[in-house]
């Protein structure tokens, strides 16, 4: 019956054109590999954005080769205006934001992992997938547009405040394309969601109670709750934003603004309507952006230290708790904005809240590495990075949800080192925890070992090198958004340290490239996975690397043990697989 | 809600279970081309269709809700708000669109029944009154553009433009989904296994009328 199943399967498999197979494939591995080189591609883009950025800030003037050809409009003679940096900050952000940081946590490794993890064959609705990954995909092209077509891209940043984002003329052409943009990606992350919870709720294989997921089914479940919800309020102040700039309307832009002498025919409308409705989204969305990785980095810290995750249960409260104070603190973003100090007060404490569940999953953590055996893979490596930046960036977030302390630090360098050191920086970790882990899964060979610890190691120097400078120059007082320094007395004491941050930053992107090295090079020559090269337990270790079309097939797994038994006395290993028959007296 | 969770994971997951009546899509799941989605595309239950569309909802009640809420600050911002007078045609309108709903009810009734030429008559109907309802609509607008009130002559209209074109589109969506079960009309009479997408379109439609009914009534208010 399987042998013919499978002849049956590799008989249709084969019929497919390479378009249906790899293009337009309704198959969740191949939709989350898409995504992964989607934001992989992105990630390059943003990179690429970064520098030219720390090289403006740094040496404005500087006649960058290559660039005015790429980009004679904006960048005439490879010179970048103050302006043109305006726009590059404001790509970079929106790129990295969506479709780095968003789309390869939740929709690249879980649309590739989640159905494995549950024993599913596919998600629940895989044509509605595959136009998700195509709506993103156009949102990309959207986003991307504006540097080779009208007027450039926005200036407005990637938060789009109004009036400069509203008024059309000063914020341009590629504004508008910029509310496409999201649009197309907001409606792709719904979709997705929908995807993700009735898969969760409704494809779990015999024996998978929600009780026996592992931690990063958890996390994408819940991080899909999140987009579900907040998706539409960004949806909803994008087609404000598009009506208010081409459309004559008032939502955002109040009465009485004069740009270039003249006086716009706008009125009655509020910048701090947008900032409302953005921000509602916003918050959550940082929150579906570490979720994922939270998930990724508990299931991988376990793995590799031989041990059940410390605290399963308390793991899975956290992050339900996480998601639910994630809607109630996006007033943070605006202590300056001249909120009641009341207002201000209790988005204060809540802020603060979420320390206590992220403290729980950091503890956690390492109650999980404390007296394991240990394995220093990379993706371990990372891993425990990440709990290193993870505490970093969000100690300088308390520091910041104190609204006096607020006051002083907000659009200076010291929020940009903030964010960077928790989303950038973590969100990356665990983004390269998550390849570094399940490359033998998703592509059936073996990323190389020595280049990865290479790749680890100035990373994780360099990263330091850039983010831990960058705090003292928001202190001092740097504010951000500036194309450059060298007009302000007093942070020409400053210079070195920005010399500094901007050459580590070169350095760090250069290590980089020993990742692409071993990540394209593995792809093609690398050594041939086995089925479970970590000897992990969670199910997509049962099936071959990589798995055939239809997962499991025939062979629908049965659960009888939870996520996390490693180390368990009396086990035959020291790992147990999901859908071990092995039965062993407990002894915890 | 968790028993059934529980209960649902040891009949549904890989193994498609067919309700009421089978067709054929037996077994292990062991058909070809699950994973890419080949020549058999695979069937869940009726109940998973349902929890997506539920779950679909659920961001357009967000949609609007944030139009609400941006609406409500709006009106509070500054003295500009004007209301105006609805045109009389959207009571008419509002009417229509809850015969469909009814008329939808009954091609429902009917293709569970396996009347296939009552159901596919209370379809058309259904498809009718709720292009009559979008036909309505711009019939609105074009009263109110005749009455000088456009997109940004005021607050209160921008607003009502916003709402009833977020509407109509959202409709448009689910009158298509409609017209393509029309075209199909056939197969769905035959194999009561893709009965699953009319239920999943009526809760779609049904919403679209509860939605219609808040909007008509916020747009009251704020006239």
């Known amino acids: 019956m399987a042998e013919t199943s499978a002849a049956v399967a590799h008989t249709s498999a084969a019929r497919k054109s390479f378009i249906r197979r790899y293009v337009f494939s309704t198959d969740h591995k191949v939709i989350g590999i898409q995504y992964y080189f989607l934001a992989l591609f992105s990630v390059l883009v943003g990179v690429v954005l970064s520098v030219l950025m720390r090289i403006h800030l740094v040496w404005p003037g500087t006649e960058i080769p290559l660039l005015g050809k790429i980009l004679p409009q904006g960048a005439p003679g490879g010179v970048i205006s103050p302006e043109y940096y305006l726009s590059l900050l404001t790509i970079h952000g929106t790129l990295m934001v969506f479709f780095v940081l968003t789309v390869a946590g939740q929709s690249g490794f879980g649309n590739f992992i989640l159905p494995l993890q549950i024993g599913a064959e596919d998600m629940a609705f895989p044509r509605l997938n595959m136009l998700s990954f195509w709506l993103t995909f156009a949102g990309l092209i959207a986003l991307l547009a504006p540097f080779f077509v009208g007027d450039g891209p926005p200036i407005s940043g990637w938060t789009a405040y109004p009036p400069l984002s509203a008024i059309g003329k000063a914020a341009g052409a590629g504004q508008d394309l910029w509310v496409v943009s999201i649009a197309l990606f907001c409606v792709a992350s719904m979709l997705g969601a929908l995807n993700f919870i009735t898969t969760v709720l409704d494809l779990r294989t015999r024996g998978l109670s929600l009780m026996r997921l592992p931690l990063t089914v958890w996390a994408w479940f819940i991080t899909a709750v999140l987009a579900l919800l907040s998706f539409a309020v960004l949806l909803a102040a994008g087609v404000l934003l598009l009506l208010d700039r081409v459309g004559g309307t008032s939502f955002f832009v109040p009465g009485g603004l004069i740009v270039g002498g003249q006086i716009l025919d706008f009125h009655g409308g509020s910048p701090l309507l947008w900032q409302h409705l953005f921000w509602f989204f916003g918050h959550p969305e940082v929150y579906i952006v570490i979720l994922p990785v939270m998930g990724i980095i508990s299931h991988v810290v376990a793995t590799f230290s031989r041990k059940p995750i410390f605290g399963y249960r308390p793991m899975v409260y956290a992050l339900l708790a996480i998601g639910f104070l994630g809607f109630c603190v996006w007033g943070h973003h605006m202590f300056v904005s001249g909120m009641s100090p009341y207002s201000g007060f209790a988005f204060g404490v809540l802020t603060m809240a979420i320390a206590v569940p992220s403290s729980i999953k950091t503890f956690n953590w390492l109650g999980t590495l404390w007296g394991g055996k240990l394995r220093f893979t990379t993706a371990m490596l990372f891993a425990l990075a990440f709990v290193s930046v993870f505490v970093t960036g969000g100690l300088s977030g308390i520091f910041l949800g104190q609204p006096p302390l607020d006051a002083y630090l907000h659009d200076t360098y010291f929020v940009v080192a903030h964010f960077h050191m928790i989303m950038g920086v973590a969100a990356i970790f665990g983004i390269f925890v998550g390849t570094y882990f399940w490359f033998p899964k998703m592509f059936g060979r073996m990323l190389n070992p020595t280049l990865g610890a290479i790749h680890f190691w100035l990373t994780f120097l360099g990263v330091y090198a850039i983010f831990i400078p960058m705090h003292f120059v928001g202190l001092a007082g740097t504010p951000r958004r500036y194309a450059f320094f060298s007009a302000f007395d007093f942070m020409a004491p400053l210079a070195g340290l920005e010399r500094f941050i901007s050459i580590a930053a070169f350095v760090t992107a250069a290590a980089q490239l020993f990742f692409l090295a071993n990540l394209f090079w593995s792809l093609f020559w690398g050594p041939r996975a086995s089925e479970n090269p970590w000897q992990a337990t969670s199910l997509e270790w049962t099936l071959p690397s990589p798995p055939p079309p239809d997962n499991f097939g025939a062979r629908h797994p049965v659960v009888r043990h939870g996520p996390y038994e490693l180390s368990v006395p009396g086990a035959a290993k020291d790992y147990i697989m999901q859908d071990s028959t092995e039965e062993v007296r407990v002894g915890s | ?223």
């Open chain 2, 1 to 223: 809600m968790a028993p059934a969770l529980l209960k649902s994971t040891t009949a549904s997951a890989a193994i498609p279970t067919v309700h009421g009546g089978g067709n054929g899509f037996h077994g292990g799941g062991s058909f070809p081309g699950g994973g890419g989605g080949g020549e058999f595309p695979r069937r869940l239950p009726a109940h998973t269709y349902r929890l997506g569309m539920w779950l679909g909802l659920i961001p357009i009640v967000m949609l609007f809700v944030a139009f609400t809420s941006a609406g409500v600050v709006r009106s509070g911002l500054s003295t500009d708000w004007a209301g105006f007078t609805l045109p009389r045609v959207l009571w008419l309108n509002t009417m229509l669109l809850l015969a469909s709903s009814a008329t939808l009810e009954l091609s429902r009734r009917s293709l569970t029944a396996g009347l296939g030429r009552m159901f596919a008559g209370w379809l058309y109907t259904t498809a009718a009154l709720g292009l009559a309802f979008v036909g309505g609509q711009l019939m609105a607008w074009r009263e109110l553009i005749a009455r000088g009130v456009y997109l940004a002559t005021n607050p209160s209209s921008s607003f009502f433009y916003l709402l009833t074109a977020a509407h109509g589109v959202h409709l448009l969506g689910g009158i298509a989904a409609l017209l393509y079960m029309l075209f199909r009309a056939r197969v769905m009479v035959a194999e009561p296994a893709r009965r699953t997408a009319l239920e999943v379109t009526a809760i779609y439609r049904h919403f679209m009328d509860g939605l219609w009914i808040y909007i008509f009534l916020l747009l009251v208010r704020w006239s």
